[in-house]
């Protein structure tokens, strides 16, 4: 939590050391959406557990650390898309494609990704591997329209500009989502999620709401 800390003395930038923005309304809005969602949802995601415990017995969920609101550190729930050892995997991939690692180290994401396996290909194609964030959103962890939730390592790439980051909570879409996924690099993802904290509304939630179900159905920018 140092660096987010130590870059949140600067007067520019909005105050985030209490209720994150948008206040008890969002927060009320995002417990009645998501428990609904998540009531609709518990037979696709039974479905989903069911096949992939039957392909490789490896764990169903993965839960990964990120940085929420105000630098506070939680566990980013998803649907395990990737090989069990995917570290390793990941390692020698890189190690053996120079390419691969530049594009890593720009966006933190993969073309040809070898560590997705072909389920876990479709369940982030059709988003169904963030069913379980909705747990999160529900915890307070997240909320349904935020920035992308960010690891340790993506936190100095933000700059200053983390303490508009840190200024809410983190979301399943976001303005990021419905802009192009992942076809927009890194520092427009920095900008939109910028953008996002500065002009929040409550309308402009419902409106990437409405957005993200085109942009899902149609795969938009998915990989």
């Known amino acids: 939590m140092s660096i987010i800390n130590a870059e949140m003395g ?9 209720i994150p923005r948008g206040g008890t309304a969002k927060r009320a809005f995002d417990i009645v959406a998501a428990s609904a969602m998540l ?3 518990l037979p696709a995601m039974f479905f989903i557990a069911v096949f992939l ?8 969920v993965f839960s990964h650390e990120r940085v929420g609101h105000n ?7 998803k649907f395990r898309s990737m090989v069990v050892d995917s570290q390793e995997a990941l390692r020698r991939h ?3 494609s120079p390419q691969a690692r530049a594009e890593w180290e720009a966006s933190q994401k993969l073309t040809d990704d070898p560590r997705i396996t072909p389920i876990g290909r479709f369940l982030r194609a059709t988003s169904l591997d963030e069913l379980p964030q909705l747990i999160n959103v529900i915890r307070g962890d997240m909320s349904l329209v935020g920035p992308r939730p960010i690891v340790e390592d993506e936190v100095a790439r933000y700059a200053e500009e983390i303490q508009h980051y840190a200024a809410v909570r983190p979301g399943i879409t976001g303005l990021w989502q419905v802009s192009g996924r992942s076809d927009v690099d890194y520092d427009q993802r920095v900008q939109l ?19 993200t179900v085109k942009v899902v159905l149609l795969r938009t920018g998915s990989r």
């Open 10 to 18: 600067s007067s520019s930038t909005p105050s985030n050391a209490g």
């Open 39 to 41: 009531v609709f949802a």
């Open 53 to 60: 415990f039957s392909t490789d017995r490896g764990p169903i």
């Open 71 to 77: 630098g506070r550190r939680f566990r980013c729930l």
């Open 94 to 96: 890189l190690e053996a």
């Open 193 to 211: 999620d910028t953008r996002y904290v500065r002009e929040w509304s409550f309308a402009g939630d419902i409106v990437i709401l409405v957005k």
